[in-house]
């Protein structure tokens, strides 16, 4: 038998292992996520108040505060985003370290000092769409209004981090090099350590090594790699308009980034951001680092994003409803001999327990499985397929969809009603 336990092992995520040709730059011991759900998540959903954005803060804490999620971006706009922003200061906790996000304007830089923070992300536009479309300028007007609020922030030990928006849609050699190699030299003038966010500002990004720039994720990364960054100076932060932001994310972990830019859920402008739990899964499988994550934090993170009125869809990896309940004969029949056989990984890692939907296709096995989930433990062992209740309940199941034309799986409610007949402990109403 050959389960390549190296890879899947037994109650872990799954491994993402490399025969040594791992990619020239990439760094497992220098990965981590860093969050934006205050930010991007914010914008992209609406206006929080001081109490929700704690609560959130609190679940990043809980889900990677023991060193994979490493700073939380804060919006400092409105009185309610500084008291926020006071308030997460005042926690006290290492991770996630709060730091500023803000536009690259001195009114702005100030809003920073103001708030005792850091560090601080600064939007610097760099695709020639969003210097000579919209803000109308050319590069090197941009670059020197940019390069002016980078200046002051490191006279003042600030360091900045910043967002090359629509990277993806730049030249790597007229515009993202020579504004990296700017910073290097201000960096080294100043004393004061600064990072860049690569931007895949409309999600056109691509994970693949062969692709060039500006589209190709891995020739991005690395090519500032090559400039002379280190993993910890660059950040990612993709979009998912065409449906890659996961793959683009590990892309960037894997050819040099050491920052991956999330949002709780995905929660962002447009289709959204990366799911941040999804990256928390892929570094534990990555760096083995089970230790710094802890992702039986999750059905919290939906319970509370829930309570503040946000739909969790259904079929969302990880978290929705869906996830990890199947409704199919087939996988339900395989699912009772081994978990492992219809199962990516044991949903416990996530909070999580496999579940089943009893539809009519759903056959004995399903039924047999819904049945075992809420029998007492020896009763449920000893149940088989065999039983002539579980016969007895299918082919009232099976009476139920034929008779009514119905599509939706039954209810727990539903099913609680029928099994009740048969077997009375269940308890359900008749
Ligand atoms: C935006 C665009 C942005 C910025 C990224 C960042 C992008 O909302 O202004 O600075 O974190 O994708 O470029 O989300």
Known sequence: MELYRDVFPRG????????????????????????????????????????????????????????SI????????????????????EYGVEYPRPIGWIRATMNDLKLVVEAGLEETTLLTSISDYHIYY???????????????VVEEAMKRGIVVRCTLEDATRASLEKNVLPFVERLMRLSERYGVDFRVK??????????????????????????????????????????NDLGLVVAN???????????????????????????????????????????????????????????????VPEYQPLVGRNAFRTKAGVHIDGLLKNPEVYLPFDPAIVGRKAEVAVTAYGGRAAVLMWLRSRLPREAAERLSKNDPRVEAVYREVVRVFDESGRHTPLSDEEMERIAARYFPELGGRD
């Open 249 to 311: 994310h590990l892309a960037a972990w894997i050819y040099g980034a050491g920052l991956s830019n999330c949002t709780l859920l995905g929660i962002g402008e447009r289709a959204g951001n990366c799911p941040l739990e999804v990256m928390l899964l892929h570094y534990a499988g990555l760096t083995g680092r089970l230790d710094r994550v802890n992702l039986k934090a999750l059905p919290r993170v939906v319970e509370t994003l829930e309570a503040m009125g946000y739909q």
């Open 198 to 239: 690569v931007a895949d500002t409309l999600g056109l990004g691509l994970p693949f090594p062969e692709v060039p720039p500006p589209r190709g994720v891995p020739a991005l990364v690395s090519a500032l790699r090559e400039a002379g960054l280190r993993a910890d100076q660059i950040e990612f932060h993709g979009h």
């Open 134 to 148: 919209k803000f109308g300028v050319t590069r090197e007007r941009a670059f020197e209004k940019y390069l002016s």
């Open 70 to 89: 490493v700073s939380t971006e804060l919006f400092l706009y409105t009185p309610r985003d500084r008291e926020l922003a006071r308030k997460i200061i």
């Open 12 to 67: 872990e995520p799954p491994r993402i292992l490399f025969d040594g040709g791992a990619p020239r730059w990439f760094e497992p011991d220098r990965i981590a996520v860093t969050d934006t759900t205050l930010r991007d998540g914010q914008q992209g959903w609406r206006p929080i108040t001081v109490e929700e954005g704690l609560r959130i803060y609190e679940l990043l804490v809980e889900l990677g505060g023991r060193g």
